[in-house]
């Protein structure tokens, strides 16, 4: 009992603090541009439900704490639901009515609604770019106090039978680029044909004085992260990298170069999502990738334990522990804030769609439409939350002995 006790608030302490730091990021984005905007606030909610904390500050914001930890709201004065559903141009004209005689002439200026669209779209913008921000700033933070250990692109050793063998691979060979990309550290191209199984990859290799072409095409396999120990489905050479002295490095970056690095390994992420998204669509990938809470309840556990491990002490074992959750942090944040960004009604992407809609036709859209757009949107992230935490069942070790007896 004790141990499985150990083992919940292991996943779940982690899962917790990195939910916790990328919405309370997010939904401070939504509230600081709001406030700046002169936007009258209610309630400023982490979590949904029942509030399990909560106090009203001097201005009259109430900050609440919710007994749901998956997900969060700014509730902005006169909003009907916290999704801040645009009213029509009657239910606008309906409201300033009641609030000037309410509150008097000028009034209604404070609520959301009767702002500029500008401002009401730099409110909506604000959450994802305060995700991009942490993203940029946690990475730069890790770049400019520890570094980056790099591995040259050079090839250690070629699996035999392997895609890479049949391609005419040779240990010693340095990958310059793949498809004209340049290629400077061997996870660069392990992440570039994790995503490419079945696409023909062309590479200028370095053999020697000479540069010479070679076409491999990667092979879906079962990855094991060594790291974290979860497993994935990923496109593989059969490559490995060279463990030379000369081969490993340990990159230092200045102030204004973490910054820039931060920058890169924020878009990385975005690339590399915007990329796996194409090519579900385009029917190769299987979406076995998108993950749940649960998957990322389990993955801020797995960073935990391996941010703990090999630790000579408990200093380091903590420090070892604070890095890993940083790292998943801010790769979170950055991810969260491009899905925010979809055009996809009850996110703030299917707001701006709407705004950039009112924008064109001078008048907002006809409550109908709104309200069908808010279901089917509703429908679409359930049915996707669904699908993800399916994908994360599939992993866990029970489901898996579950499965086997049916199969």
């Not at 997010?26 to 606030?41: D, K």
């Not at 809609?357 to 006809?366: D, F, H, I, S």
């Amino acid at each position: 009992m004790l141990g499985l006790l150990q083992q919940v608030l292991l996943y779940t302490v982690p899962f917790l603090l990195v939910l916790t730091v990328v919405i309370t990021i997010h939904e401070l984005g939504h509230f600081l541009v709001a406030r700046w905007c002169g936007v009258a606030v209610d309630r400023f909610s982490i979590g949904f439900g029942r509030a399990i904390l909560h106090w009203t500050d001097k201005s009259g914001v109430e900050w609440r704490l919710g007994w749901i930890p998956f997900g969060g709201y700014v509730k902005f004065a006169g909003d009907a639901n916290a999704a801040s559903a645009a009213p029509t141009k009657d239910d606008l004209a309906a409201q300033r009515r009641e609030i000037v005689a309410r509150e008097g002439i000028g009034a209604e200026l404070k609520y959301f609604h009767f702002k500029p669209l500008w401002q009401r779209a730099l409110v909506v913008l604000a959450g994802p770019m305060a995700n991009f921000i942490l993203s940029i700033v946690l990475f730069a933070v890790l770049l400019g106090s520890l570094g980056e250990i790099g591995y040259k692109p050079r090839i250690g050793g070629v699996q035999p039978n392997s895609p890479a063998a049949r391609a005419g691979f040779q240990t010693g060979d340095l990958v310059v680029s793949a498809n004209g990309r340049l290629i400077d550290d061997f996870n660069d191209l392990a992440t570039y044909t994790a995503l490419r199984a079945g696409e023909p990859i062309r590479f200028t290799v370095r053999r020697g004085p000479a540069d010479i072409d070679l076409v491999a095409t990667p092979e879906r396999r079962l990855v094991k992260n060594r790291a974290t120990g979860a497993s994935a489905k990923l496109g593989v050479l059969g490559l490995a990298s060279s463990a030379s002295p000369g081969d490993v490095f340990h990159r230092r970056y200045s102030p204004l170069q973490a910054i820039g690095g931060g920058v890169a390994h924020s878009w990385a992420q975005i690339e590399t999502t915007v990329f796996y998204i194409s090519r579900i669509f385009c029917g190769r990938e299987s979406g076995d990738q998108l993950g749940s809470f649960i998957g990322i309840a389990k993955t801020s556990g797995d960073f935990a334990q391996a941010g703990a491990h090999g630790g000579p002490n408990f200093g380091a074992k903590v420090l070892g522990v604070v890095v890993a959750l940083t790292t998943l942090i801010a790769a979170l944040s950055v991810n969260i804030g491009f899905a925010n960004l979809l055009p996809v009604p009850v996110l703030d992407g299917g707001h701006l769609l709407f705004y950039a809609y009112e924008a064109v036709a001078r008048r907002p859209l006809g409550a109908k439409v709104q309200a069908a757009g808010y279901r089917v949107g509703l429908a679409l992230l359930l049915g996707l939350m669904l699908f993800a935490t399916w994908n994360d069942l599939q992993q866990l070790p029970v489901f898996k002995i579950l499965g086997g007896l049916f199969s």
